[in-house]
Structures are given as C-alpha cells and as structure tokens.
C-alpha cells in the first residue's frame, strides 16, 4: 500500500516547502495529493496558467522521493468565473443560490461549468499527464459533499426534462408508470415536470413543511442528478485521458454516498477511491466501509484519498477528538489488508486560514513532529514488512451483502421509522455482527456475480426489478444460501408498490406471504423465540407477519400455534426445529399451489422465529424453506444486535462458510486473506485494553504455532493483541 498525505503547497513557501518535505520523509510518505482547491493560482484568470508553483512542489517532493497526485480544482471556481457567469452557481432545494465565498458553489449540470472544467482538466493533463513524477490524478473533491448534489437551477430543471423525454418517450407513458393520477398530478407535457423540492440528502433542509411529492418523481430524480453528476466527472476524465494513461479518479465518500450510485459512476474510472474519517475514539470496527468499497469494482483494490489525521479543530460541528495512541496505526493497517493499496491522511500540516483554519493535521501550526507524526513513521514501516503478504494474498470471503442505491434513495424518500431505521446503518450492522463472529463479507451490488458465495444476504432489498429476482432464485436453486431481511420488493424500479402479496415476485422462492406489517417503535417491540439460533429476541425497526404462501392466514384469528409445543393445525409446520424428519410428508395446504414451477428438493417452508408475547403472541416472523438446493431464509423484522449475530452465525454455520478460527467478540475482527499458496489472518483488537484469544474450533486442536508477520515472534495461538493494535 502507497501510504502518504494531502498537502496544499498554494499555502506555502519554498523554505517552508522544503522543511515540510524533510519532515515528510521521515514520516514514510510516499505519494502526496495536491492542488484540488487551487484553481484561482492555477489560471489566475481565463486562458492564463500558472503552473510554475505546483511544478515546484511537484519537482521537490520528486528529489525526496514522493510521488505526486494531481487534481482538477473544479471544487472551488474563481472569483473570475463566478462573476463572468453567474449562470452557474449552485441553487439548492428552497432556490437559493450558493453565493462565492465557500466552496463547492456550482452547479454540475450547467453546459459552461462543464466546459471551463473540461479546459482546466485538459491543461493539467497536458502538463503532467507523461511527468514521470506524477502518478494519479483525482478530479473535482468529493463530488456532491455538503448538500450540493441536487440542483435546482434552470439548467438542471430543463436537463431533468430532457432525460425524461427520453426515458420514457411519451409523457403518457411517464403518466401512467409514475401513477400520477393520484391527486391529480397527470402532466400534458414534459414541460410541466418540476423539480421535487423537499430533499433527502443529509443536511439539507427542508423547503416546504407536510409537502408530500410522487415518490416516482423523486426517484427518478435522485437518478437524473447521479447521473449528472455522473456525466460531470466523465467531462474531466476524457479531458485527462486524452493526456495520459495514468490512473484517473475521483474520491467518493464511502458509505455516507452523497446520493451518488457509485456502481455506475466509478464504472469509467480507474480505481474506486473514497474519503473516510472513521472515530478513532469509540473502539468500533468500521469495516464496512472497506467491504463496500471493495465492492465498487468487483473486488479491484481501492484507494482511500483522505483518511483521518488526528483531532482538534473541525471544518464543521465543534471539533473531533483525538486518536487513541496506536488507533491511527490500526485503522492503516486494517485499510491495507481490507484491500485498500493507497491511503492518503488529511493533512500533512494545518494552517491559520480559510473555512478550515486550524483543522485537525499529522503535524499542527507549529509544525513539531509528535504522537500523530511518530505513529505514521511506525505505520510506515509496517507496511514494508507486510508488503510481501499483502501483494501475494487478498480478501477471501464467502459471504455476500447486496447492497442497493434504488433501494437506499427509496427508503430515504419514503421512510418507515424515521430516523431510527437507516437501510445503509442496517446493512453495515449485519456486516459488523459477521465480523465480529470471525467472518468477513463482502457488500457488493444487486447485479455481482454470486457464484462464489456461500451465502447471500439481502438487507430489506426494497426495490427490486424482475431480473434480480429471477437471479436470486437462480442462486438459491442452485445451492445458494440467501437471507432476506424485511421490506423485501416492496417496490417497482418506477417506486410503485404492487398488488400482489410480499415479498412482491418472491413468495415463490420463500414460501411465505407477508400478512400484516408495521413499524416497531420504542415501547412497542415484541419479544421473538428465534429457533435457529436457539435464543430470544427482541424485534426492531419494522415488523412483518408471515403466513405460508399456501393459505391465507388472518391474523386476527390465525390458527397457527404458539412455540410451547400447543397443538398444530393443518397448514402450518411445527415452528420447533427448521427440518422435518426425513420421509415426512408435509401436512396439507403447505404444498405448493398447482401450476407454480418449484425446482426440485423444494420443501415448504418452516417458521423459525415466532412471536412470544404482545396479541401476536406465536405467530411467525421468520422462515426457512430448502428451494432447491439451496435455502431461503425471511427475516420479518430487524433484531438486537445479540439475537442478529446468533442467528447470522447459525445461518452462515447451515451455509457452510467458514468462520475465523478464534472466538471473537465485540469490538474484535479477523480478516482473511489468501493467494498464491499462502493464508494469512489478521486479527484486530480495537478494545481499549490487550485481549487474548481462545480457540474456538476443532481444527484448532491441531495446534496453533502462529508467528506474527509483523514482528516475526512465535506465539502460539495469538498472544496478546495489545489494545488498539493487531496480529
Ligand atoms: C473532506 C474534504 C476535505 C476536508 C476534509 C476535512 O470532506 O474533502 O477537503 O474538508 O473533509 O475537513
Ligand atoms: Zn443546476
């Protein structure tokens, strides 16, 4: 992993260049981002470029030895170009325009932004695309941060109605897959079409109070501007490319998204690179970020352009508290084994001015080397001695979690337990209860190949089109484990319901109906005998009631029995135990209905999660049913975080995947890699105090003698693994 720092050499002196560069190479940074809010210094007016600065700053750290990354500055237009045409500032939600004076003031779908960007992108590539001193080059700075993703200025209302047309080529068409006959929304043209004005992207604010818009609209709008935006970063990167064949590159902000589909965006560009400013307080694992991000492209290696640096002062908020000794060290060094092969801290060195005057840096305005600085030279040398591992392993999961941008706009646009319930929280909750049972996942899109997963997990998948559905019945047929989560298709990719029962398209492959569903407040939650994992639970967030998908079943007067061992009725399964004993028939009315094509070795389904109190004590929230070859599991409602792991674990155990071979726990992780005829594990303690680990499986009996790869130390099973550090 290339590790390094960001660096702003617009703020500084040749003296001062120099002093930080020595100090630079004694921290082990090998490559330094530059220049990406520097625009006013790099064409000080239009047509007249500056490069000298950056050529110097380029050509400094080269004699060090530090490679150079280059940006466009198209985060921050000049002064000059703002007041030549105004045309292009941004205008949020409620019409107001983001004056000059901030950053990230423009719109991205104004044809002569675009056209400036694509002539600043093309004069830097031309400068540095064949300088053997620079080795990337990043476009623009976290595309859509603070709220400026969805623009509502004229060109992006015409653009909007543009795209439209072409979707979906008549207006009637538009009229009647958004269902717009509902208060009286019908459009005679698409120059009816406005934009939707009340947002949902974090800190934005709301523009008109109880204003409810067509969901349909909403969505496709979430899509027009990712795509914008979309179209915006390929401007500068066919501008680059035609200069260079260097990677090109833009940094997203992980799983926080900005509301771009980062599956379709980062498709045209080199290396999926994302910015993330992890606690390093809280002792939490934040893996999931690297898993998603090692998703965007099916597995390639990520580049993380910013990465925390320490705490103190704050661009925003009221500041961030500092590390604790060795947590910077360990979040590196977790990145780098996650799959992450660059990582760039946030910055080198702060300063007095600006928005960000101040903000947290390795070394602070006096510029002392301390803690922060002396951990970053030992991280550094870290790596070296990992190099070889690393190069000759990668990330070796078996588990699988589909992970959706329809499904998280949809789920922000109309939410059902607002703000408890987060669709991008809950896919990272069920990723971190793996992790910390010893096994690792990788989050990937709707469209991955799965063949290579042992089991499948499909966080509440609530929009879903016909082909995704069809494939996870491929999966499962085959011999895939698949485990769906609540609010399972509930959506159309137009974000219309259905009327048919749910899970909408798969009852089939689950064998059960959803009957009746509701949100689980505080104070309203049910307790759940959850008979796979053999513990209770305590539902969260959303809950459904299942019934099998051969009958009807009314709540209100259900027959199904109680988990006490009470009498069944014909047409359910005993809810004890997930499998019947071999040559049982199934009882009556559980068979599947005439004419349904099951494939063969379809069994019906099994309640394995049953209500224990409240009026809906013993009937069903979850099931299993072998489909195939394969198994599919319905989670009706979320759980604790305890009975999510049980159960996650028993349902990984049925699927065969293979655990860590330690008993981990909270706050602990092993990582996984193979390749090449080797196979490392990489233990992470982010506890704030030393953990030993027991042995957790039989293979283990043949005894453990691991020698750590960082210290070269024969230590049995782990030794220690000192607080904040790893094996
Ligand atoms: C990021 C941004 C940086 C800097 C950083 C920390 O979101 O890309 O330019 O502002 O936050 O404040
Ligand atoms: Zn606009």
Not at 181 to 196: A, R, V
Not at 214 to 223: A, G
Request: net charge negative.
């Amino acid at each position: 992993m290339i590790y390094g720092v960001s660096w702003y050499p617009e703020h500084r002196e040749r003296a001062q260049m120099e002093a930080e560069i020595d100090l630079m190479v004694q921290a082990g940074v090998q490559a330094v981002r530059m220049g990406e809010f520097a625009w006013c210094r790099l064409e000080p007016c239009e047509g007249v470029f500056h490069f000298e600065w950056l050529d110097e700053a380029v050509d400094l750290l080269a004699n060090a030895g530090i490679q150079s990354i280059v940006c466009t500055p198209t985060a921050c237009p000049p002064a000059w170009l703002v007041m030549r045409h105004p045309e292009i500032l941004y205008v949020d939600n409620r019409g107001v325009t983001r004056p000059f004076g901030g950053r990230r003031h423009y719109c991205y779908t104004n044809e002569t932004y675009r056209r400036h960007c694509a002539r600043i992108a093309s004069a830097i590539g031309a400068r540095y695309g064949r300088d053997p001193r620079v080795m990337a080059f990043q476009i623009d700075n976290e595309p859509a941060q603070e709220a400026t993703g969805r623009c509502h200025c004229s060109a992006c209302e015409a653009a909007f109605r543009t795209w439209l047309a072409a979707r979906y080529g008549s207006v009637a068409e538009l009229n009647r897959r958004w269902g717009t006959i509902f208060w009286s929304q019908e459009y005679d043209g698409f120059d009816q079409i406005g934009l939707p004005v009340n947002p949902i992207e974090p800190d934005a604010m709301p523009a008109i109070r109880a204003y409810y818009e067509n969901p349909s609209l909403r969505l496709e709008y979430e899509r027009f501007c990712s795509e914008s935006q979309h179209v915006f970063q390929n401007v500068q990167r066919d501008a680059l490319k035609a200069h260079t064949d260097k990677p090109v590159t833009t940094n997203g902000t992980g799983v926080a998204t900005n509301s771009i589909d980062y599956y379709i965006s980062f498709a045209d560009l080199d290396v999926y690179a994302f910015d993330a400013y992890p606690s390093l307080r809280d002792g939490r694992i934040s893996a999931f970020m690297h898993a998603h991000a090692r998703g965007v492209k099916a597995g390639a290696p990520y580049w993380l352009l910013e990465f925390v640096s320490g705490g103190g002062h704050r661009l925003s908020g009221s500041g961030r508290l500092q590390p604790f000794p060795g947590a910077m060290r360990q979040s590196v060094l977790q990145a780098a084994v996650h799959g992450c092969e660059l990582l760039l801290h946030f910055q080198f060195r702060t300063f007095p001015m600006g928005a960000e005057q101040l903000n947290y840096a390795i070394l602070d305005q006096d510029g002392i080397p301390r803690r922060r600085f002396h951990e970053m030279r030992r991280t550094a040398d870290d790596l070296v001695r990992l190099a070889d591992l690393l190069d000759r392993t990668a990330p070796a999961n078996e588990v699988a979690i589909l992970f959706d941008y329809d499904t998280h706009w949809a789920l922000r646009i109309k939410p059902v337990n607002e703000p408890a319930f987060d669709y991008i929280d809950w896919c990272g909750r069920i990723h971190d209860r793996l992790a910390e049972a010893g096994i690792g996942a990788d989050v990937v899109p709707f469209s991955a190949d799965l063949s290579g997963y042992r089991l499948v997990i499909a966080p509440s998948p609530f929009v879903m089109d016909e082909a995704v559905k069809t494939r996870l019945k491929t999966y499962v047929a085959g011999g895939g484990h698949l485990l769906s989560g609540f609010l399972a298709a509930a959506k159309n990719p137009d974000n219309l319901g259905f009327q048919t029962s749910l899970p909408c398209g798969l009852t089939d492959l689950f064998g059960v109906r959803v009957a009746e569903v509701e949100p689980v407040f505080a104070g309203t939650e049910t307790r759940i005998a959850l008979k796979t994992a053999g513990c209770d639970a305590t539902s969260r967030w959303w809950l459904e009631m299942l019934e099998p998908e051969t009958e009807v079943v009314h709540v209100a007067n259900s027959t199904l029995s109680p988990p006490d061992g009470a009498p069944q009725t014909a047409g359910t399964k005993p809810p004890a135990g997930t499998e019947l004993p071999a040559g049982t028939e199934p009882p009556e009315g559980t068979k599947p209905l005439a004419g349904t094509e099951l494939p063969a070795g379809t069994e019906p389904a099994v309640f394995t999660g049953i209500c224990l109190d409240t009026f809906r004590a013993g009937l069903p929230v979850l099931s299993e049913r072998r489909y195939g070859r394969g198994l599919a599991a319905y989670l009706g409602t979320g759980l604790d975080d305890a009975a999510l792991q049980a159960w996650l674990v028993a349902m990984a155990d049925k699927a065969g995947v293979h655990a860590a071979p330690w008993r981990l726990g909270p706050d602990l992780e092993a990582v996984h890699r193979t390749g090449n005829g080797r196979e490392a594990w990489f233990l992470f303690n982010f506890r704030k105090e030393a953990v030993c680990l027991e042995i957790a499986t039989t293979t283990a009996e043949q005894a453990f003698d691991q020698v750590d790869a960082l210290t070269g130390e024969r230590i049995g099973n782990t030794g220690p693994i000192p607080a904040n550090g790893l094996r």
